[in-house]
């Protein structure tokens, strides 16, 4: 399937099902899902890295594995997403809701959090170092940011 062809909620869920089928690892990087509906989507080590997810809805979405770096998720709706073991580096998570998503052992190493949503995230384990937040970041409470190598930006 072209790269350039914007694809539907269900021929993502397709083609994500057909190369399972066929033993292969699911490759969507690159591509434009911005505003798709992938709510409950199983999308477990799947390659979105620099895929366009801006404003995607993912939320109960497993997710675990998924390889998102450098992945366009501004305003996203992650909300009890499965991001177990996640690769985020360098993702744009401006503004997304990860409220209660479970992000344990995720790596989120350079990724923006500006104004994220992550209420609470469970953030056990997770990479954090270089990550990019600032006054509007809702962290999980009792989380300790000065400790995890996230650093404030204005």
């Not at 190369?19 to 505003?35: I, K, V």
């Given at each position: 399937m072209p790269p350039e062809m914007r694809l539907t909620s269900e021929q993502v869920i397709e083609?994500?099902?057909?190369?399972?089928?066929?033993?292969?690892?699911?490759?969507?990087?690159?591509?434009?899902?911005?505003?798709?509906?992938?709510?409950?989507?199983?999308?477990?080590?799947?390659?979105?890295?620099?895929?366009?997810?801006?404003?995607?809805?993912?939320?109960?979405a497993n997710l675990r594995g998924a390889d998102l770096s450098g992945a366009i998720l501004i305003g996203a709706g992650l909300q009890s997403a499965d991001l177990r073991e996640a690769n985020l580096r360098l993702a744009q998570l401006d503004e997304a809701n990860l409220r209660f998503a479970d992000l344990a052992g995720a790596d989120l190493r350079g990724a923006i959090l500006k104004g994220t949503i992550l209420d609470g995230a469970n953030l056990q384990g997770a990479n954090l170092q270089g990550a990019k937040y600032d006054v509007y970041t809702g962290w999980p409470l009792g989380f300790d940011v000065k400790s995890s190598g996230a650093v404030v930006r204005r």
């Open positions: 083609f994500v099902q057909l190369a399972r089928a066929r033993g292969e690892r699911p490759d969507l990087a690159g591509r434009d899902l911005s505003t798709l509906g992938l709510f409950e989507g199983d999308f477990a080590g799947v390659d979105m890295h620099g895929a366009d997810l801006r404003t995607t809805v993912l939320s109960e």
